[in-house]
């Protein structure tokens, strides 16, 4: 199992990161993994990015999530920032 970490940067500083973060983890859910966490990460100019820590199977690629991340609403792009094994 791994824990992979995806940055959603939104549109605009105006994006509600809770919708975002809603529509993220329903993705994330409808291919049998869980969010484990979320934060948001000031950028700059009151701009936030949302970042969401979640199980993957290892033996799966993340590309296609990544894909359907970055074309949520009020999203700019989502981009794979971290990926470790799972270990336990």
């Given at each position: 199992?791994?824990?992979?970490?995806?940055?959603?940067?939104?549109?605009?500083?105006?994006?509600d990161?809770?919708?975002?973060?809603?529509?993220?983890?329903?993705?994330?859910?409808?291919?049998?993994?869980k969010?484990?966490k979320?934060?948001?990460?000031?950028?700059?100019?009151?701009?936030?990015?949302?970042?969401?820590?979640?199980?993957?199977?290892?033996?799966?690629?993340?590309?296609?999530?990544?894909?359907?991340?970055?074309?949520?609403?009020?999203?700019?792009?989502?981009?794979?920032?971290?990926v470790?094994?799972?270990?336990?």
């Amino acid at each position: 199992m791994l824990l992979i970490q995806v940055k959603i940067m939104p549109a605009s500083p105006q994006s509600d990161l809770k919708k975002v973060k809603e529509s993220a983890e329903r993705i994330i859910s409808e291919h049998g993994q869980k969010l484990l966490k979320d934060e948001i990460q000031p950028i700059a100019f009151g701009l936030n990015a949302l970042l969401l820590i979640f199980t993957w199977p290892d033996n799966e690629s993340p590309d296609t999530l990544e894909q359907e991340l970055s074309e949520l609403d009020d999203t700019n792009s989502a981009e794979i920032v971290d990926v470790r094994r799972a270990i336990g």
